[in-house]
């Protein structure tokens, strides 16, 4: 439990932490066990005393975003300058992870795009499959609206075939509010470890580093939310569905 003091500091540090964007704060699986996802306040703590979690500590004090012009680089991974978490959320194949975000802005509609990558401890040497995908519900009803009824989570199922063994697994909202113009997509990358068990036999093949995960210009990091549309075409390596 991180005291007031902490919180204190950190708002004082960086007053926007309180009121921007968002953050994944922990993943319960099959709405059960609850493991903790990196609270970006682990930056104002004392070295060596912040709280081990499953998710990755990044420069995101801001709660904000890794823009376009950084795709190039290990930051759109896991986010800016991320390092590995230490501890790990434990779920079978097949079991189904929802995400808790501590809050949403109702403007940032966008896609929400789930990866998993065989575990490692530098974002950068990362390959990265991607299990899931979600978008527009209906008209210009958006997943991300739908967090607002759902105490503003998100949810992907482990492929059910997924071999055991210890994985990163990449959550990520992209907001499109300012899409319409290049460079004006926001990605919100949350990475977690995640130990997986059971009997599957199928392991993740052919990854795509996140430095090759999307182009500025492509469709679906460039989209225009303001005029119409009745469909989203998802940015990034095709699903793969091997282990489903």
């Known amino acids: 439990m991180k005291s007031s003091t902490i919180y204190l500091a950190a708002s004082i540090a960086a007053p926007s932490l309180v009121s921007a964007h968002g953050f994944v704060t922990g993943v319960k699986v099959n709405n059960g066990a609850w493991t903790a996802g990196?609270?970006?306040?682990?930056?104002?703590y004392a070295s060596g005393?912040?709280?081990?979690?499953a998710?990755?500590?990044a420069l995101n004090q801001d709660i904000g975003f890794v823009e376009p012009s950084r795709y190039g680089t290990a930051d759109i991974a896991c986010h800016k300058s991320a390092t590995v978490g230490k501890n790990f959320i434990n779920a079978k194949a097949g079991d189904t992870l929802t995400f808790y975000w501590n809050t949403w802005a109702d403007s940032h509609k966008g896609p929400a795009?789930?990866?998993?990558?065989?575990?490692?401890?530098?974002?950068?040497?990362?390959?990265?499959?991607k299990i899931s995908q979600s978008s527009i519900v209906s008209g210009t009803t958006w997943v991300t609206d739908q967090m607002f009824s759902n105490n503003f989570t998100l949810s992907t199922t482990i492929p059910r075939n997924l071999k055991a063994g210890d994985y990163v697994i990449?959550?990520?909202?992209?907001?499109?509010?300012?899409a319409q113009n290049v460079g004006g997509a926001q990605n919100y990358p949350q990475?977690?470890?995640?130990?997986?068990s059971g009997s599957?036999?199928?392991?993740?093949?052919?990854?795509?580093?996140?430095?090759?995960?999307?182009?500025?210009?492509?469709?679906?990091?460039?989209?225009?939310?303001?005029?119409g549309y009745s469909?989203?075409?998802?940015p990034g390596p095709a699903l793969w569905t091997a282990a489903n």
Request: proline share 8%.
């Open 49 to 53: 005393t912040a709280p081990a979690t």
């Open 38 to 44: 990196s609270d970006p306040v682990w930056y104002y």
């Open 191 to 196: 990475c977690l470890n995640l130990r997986v």
């Open 55 to 57: 998710g990755w500590d």
């Open 113 to 129: 795009i789930n990866y998993i990558a065989p575990y490692g401890t530098s974002a950068n040497n990362l390959k990265w499959s």
């Open 170 to 178: 990449r959550h990520e909202i992209i907001a499109l509010h300012g």
């Open 200 to 227: 599957g036999s199928v392991s993740p093949t052919n990854g795509v580093p996140g430095t090759s995960l999307y182009q500025a210009s492509e469709q679906g990091i460039v989209f225009n939310l303001y005029t």
């Open 231 to 234: 469909s989203y075409p998802y």
